[in-house]
Protein backbone atom coordinates (compact mmCIF):
# COMPACT_ATOMS: atom_id res chain seq x y z
CA UNK A 1 0.00 0.00 0.00
CA UNK A 2 1.10 3.75 -0.84
CA UNK A 3 0.60 6.33 1.37
CA UNK A 4 0.38 10.30 0.73
CA UNK A 5 1.17 12.51 3.28
CA UNK A 6 0.27 16.66 2.62
CA UNK A 7 2.25 19.56 4.58
CA UNK A 8 2.48 23.02 4.69
CA UNK A 9 -1.13 24.26 4.60
CA UNK A 10 -2.02 27.82 6.22
CA UNK A 11 -3.50 30.86 7.00
CA UNK A 12 -1.66 33.83 5.06
CA UNK A 13 -2.51 37.14 3.37
CA UNK A 14 -3.35 38.22 -0.11
CA UNK A 15 0.21 38.70 -2.00
CA UNK A 16 2.09 35.88 0.66
CA UNK A 17 3.58 32.68 -0.02
CA UNK A 18 2.83 29.02 0.96
CA UNK A 19 4.74 26.02 0.32
CA UNK A 20 3.23 22.52 0.03
CA UNK A 21 4.79 19.12 0.48
CA UNK A 22 3.69 15.40 -0.46
CA UNK A 23 5.25 12.57 0.40
CA UNK A 24 4.61 9.02 -0.93
CA UNK A 25 5.82 6.29 1.08
CA UNK A 26 4.92 2.46 1.18
CA UNK A 27 6.35 -0.67 -0.47
CA UNK A 28 8.44 -0.60 -3.62
CA UNK A 29 6.40 1.06 -6.17
CA UNK A 30 7.23 3.88 -8.69
CA UNK A 31 5.52 7.14 -9.43
CA UNK A 32 4.28 7.73 -12.70
CA UNK A 33 3.06 11.31 -12.42
CA UNK A 34 2.09 13.53 -9.05
CA UNK A 35 -0.15 16.45 -9.28
CA UNK A 36 -1.79 19.03 -7.01
CA UNK A 37 -5.91 19.49 -7.09
CA UNK A 38 -7.89 22.10 -5.13
CA UNK A 39 -11.34 21.57 -3.74
CA UNK A 40 -13.28 25.51 -2.66
CA UNK A 41 -16.34 25.06 -0.40
CA UNK A 42 -19.09 24.35 -2.63
CA UNK A 43 -17.10 23.48 -6.03
CA UNK A 44 -16.01 20.29 -7.27
CA UNK A 45 -12.42 19.65 -7.18
CA UNK A 46 -9.77 20.98 -9.79
CA UNK A 47 -6.19 20.77 -11.10
CA UNK A 48 -4.41 22.62 -10.01
CA UNK A 49 -0.45 21.49 -11.46
CA UNK A 50 1.16 18.30 -12.28
CA UNK A 51 4.56 16.87 -12.99
CA UNK A 52 5.29 13.72 -14.71
CA UNK A 53 8.16 11.68 -12.57
CA UNK A 54 10.69 10.99 -15.10
CA UNK A 55 11.46 13.79 -17.41
CA UNK A 56 9.95 16.42 -14.77
CA UNK A 57 7.66 17.75 -17.45
CA UNK A 58 4.59 20.53 -15.97
CA UNK A 59 1.87 21.40 -16.19
CA UNK A 60 -0.74 24.38 -14.98
CA UNK A 61 -4.21 25.89 -14.33
CA UNK A 62 -4.55 28.32 -16.08
CA UNK A 63 -5.69 30.19 -13.52
CA UNK A 64 -2.36 29.65 -11.49
CA UNK A 65 0.03 30.23 -14.39
CA UNK A 66 2.96 32.10 -13.02
CA UNK A 67 2.05 31.87 -9.70
CA UNK A 68 2.68 28.49 -8.50
CA UNK A 69 5.37 25.79 -9.26
CA UNK A 70 5.42 22.42 -8.72
CA UNK A 71 8.54 20.57 -8.49
CA UNK A 72 9.83 16.89 -6.98
CA UNK A 73 12.52 15.50 -5.20
CA UNK A 74 12.83 11.66 -6.53
CA UNK A 75 14.84 10.65 -3.61
CA UNK A 76 12.60 11.58 -1.56
CA UNK A 77 9.72 10.98 -3.14
CA UNK A 78 8.54 14.14 -2.39
CA UNK A 79 6.62 16.96 -4.34
CA UNK A 80 6.33 20.33 -3.64
CA UNK A 81 3.94 23.07 -4.76
CA UNK A 82 4.93 26.84 -4.02
CA UNK A 83 2.65 29.49 -4.34
CA UNK A 84 3.20 32.69 -4.50
CA UNK A 85 1.09 35.67 -5.18
CA UNK A 86 -1.37 34.11 -3.24
CA UNK A 87 -5.49 35.71 -3.97
CA UNK A 88 -8.34 34.90 -1.36
CA UNK A 89 -9.80 32.43 -4.74
CA UNK A 90 -7.07 30.18 -3.95
CA UNK A 91 -8.75 29.06 -0.41
CA UNK A 92 -9.32 25.50 -0.60
CA UNK A 93 -8.51 22.47 0.59
CA UNK A 94 -5.56 20.77 -1.57
CA UNK A 95 -4.58 17.37 -2.43
CA UNK A 96 -2.16 15.45 -3.06
CA UNK A 97 -2.66 12.90 -6.27
CA UNK A 98 -0.63 10.18 -7.81
CA UNK A 99 -0.40 7.77 -10.56
CA UNK A 100 1.46 4.88 -8.66
CA UNK A 101 2.61 1.13 -9.80
CA UNK A 102 3.16 -1.12 -7.26
CA UNK A 103 4.21 -4.20 -9.02
CA UNK A 104 3.85 -3.29 -11.82
CA UNK A 105 -0.09 -2.28 -11.40
CA UNK A 106 -0.96 1.27 -11.50
CA UNK A 107 -3.29 2.80 -9.41
CA UNK A 108 -4.32 6.00 -8.36
CA UNK A 109 -3.94 8.05 -4.75
CA UNK A 110 -4.86 10.99 -2.76
CA UNK A 111 -3.37 12.41 0.31
CA UNK A 112 -5.71 13.51 2.98
CA UNK A 113 -5.43 17.24 2.21
CA UNK A 114 -4.43 20.12 3.68
CA UNK A 115 -6.14 23.49 3.97
CA UNK A 116 -5.38 27.10 2.64
CA UNK A 117 -6.43 30.15 3.68
CA UNK A 118 -6.10 33.56 2.01
CA UNK A 119 -7.00 36.46 3.50
CA UNK A 120 -7.85 39.61 1.66
Known amino acids: QVQLVESGGGLVQAGGSLRLSCAAS????????MAWYRQAPGKEREFVAGIRWSGGSTSYADSVKGRFTISRDNAKNTVYLQMNSLKPDDTAIYYC?????????????WGQGTQVTVSS
Open 97 to 109: GAQITVALVPANY
Open 26 to 33: GRTFSILH
